[in-house]
């Protein structure tokens, strides 16, 4: 077993996600600032004489009922690329929820091989390892970089993004899941006109008015599939202290940044009972 039992998949956000073009593949060209926050699932691996996956947690649904999900697969191509068997007993504790725009199925197969490369002693170039991440899924490269991050392309371009200024993040879904292939089909109009990334944020007020200027091309499309995503939004965009609300990813997550946690958890308890929230803060 690695050293680290409890190896951390911390769910992204995008914080603006702007459509520039789209692929003769059918793929979509994007411009995004993704971030890290503190919500996390966690896994671990140890030995075992085949290849196991132990699902649990808060928001597991019906990923114990799925028979191959991305953390399989991932320990699976990792073998085939390593020359190794796949024998591992993995354990998912899953905090994030599923279908949400938190991409927490690419985190979790980052975090799978980052334990699976300890655990099999695989000595393989970073390179490489971002090369194999890429086969599983456009987010999952990012999620294995794990840091802020302006992304391009369909997801594999990472560049430097300036540090974050300081600020407590609420995330609120209306526990309904939204698949991200639907949303982007759903999506009308012209595609947004590329812009020079930014150097660095004074604070969090300058922050939050890039934020407003760049927004989210995929929210309109979210909220006709999915109207508890408006209402969602309409909240916290109307809660006390907020600096900015939008959608995260294709949704159905939304989120809305605030000076500290007192302000963000002060909106937490007000929502309805039946939507899922997590009050916290960003990750390096």
């Not at 919500?39 to 114990?64: F, M, N, Q, V, W």
């Not at 000076?259 to 309805?272: C, E, F, I, N, Q």
Request: charged share 20%.
């Amino acid at each position: 077993m690695s050293n680290d039992p409890l190896r951390q998949a911390h769910a992204k956000v995008n914080l603006w996600l702007n459509v520039i073009g789209r692929r003769a593949d059918g793929y979509h060209l994007l411009d995004s600032l993704v971030a890290f926050v503190d919500l996390a699932d966690s896994i671990s691996a140890s030995p075992a004489d085949r290849l196991s996956l132990e699902i649990d947690g808060p928001c597991a649904g019906t990923l114990s009922d799925e028979p191959d999900n991305l953390v399989l697969k991932a320990a699976r191509r990792l073998a085939d690329r390593a020359g190794v068997s796949a024998r591992a007993a993995i354990r998912l504790s899953k905090r994030i929820p599923v279908a949400a725009g938190l991409g927490g199925g690419s985190a979790d197969a980052a975090a799978a091989l980052r334990e699976l490369v300890d655990l099999w002693r695989v000595a393989m170039p970073q390179e490489e390892l971002f090369d194999l991440a890429q086969t599983l899924g456009a987010d999952v490269p990012m999620c294995l970089a794990g840091g802020t991050a302006l992304v391009s392309g369909v997801g594999e371009r990472l560049d430097f993004a300036p540090p974050l200024p300081a600020a407590a993040i609420l995330l609120v879904n209306p526990g309904v899941a939204l698949p991200t292939r639907d949303v982007f089909a759903a999506r009308r109009g012209s595609f947004s006109a590329s812009r020079p990334p930014p150097k660095a944020w004074r604070d969090l007020s300058g922050f939050a008015a890039e934020l407003s200027r760049r927004g989210n091309d995929l929210t309109d499309a979210a909220i006709a599939l999915c109207p508890a995503v408006g209402d969602v939004l309409d909240f916290l965009r109307r809660s006390d202290r907020v600096r900015y609300a939008g959608m995260s990813g294709s949704g159905a997550t939304c989120f809305a940044l605030y000076d500290d946690l007192d302000a963000a958890r002060s909106t937490s308890a007000t929502m309805p009972a039946a939507w899922w929230r997590h009050a916290g803060r960003f990750v390096s």
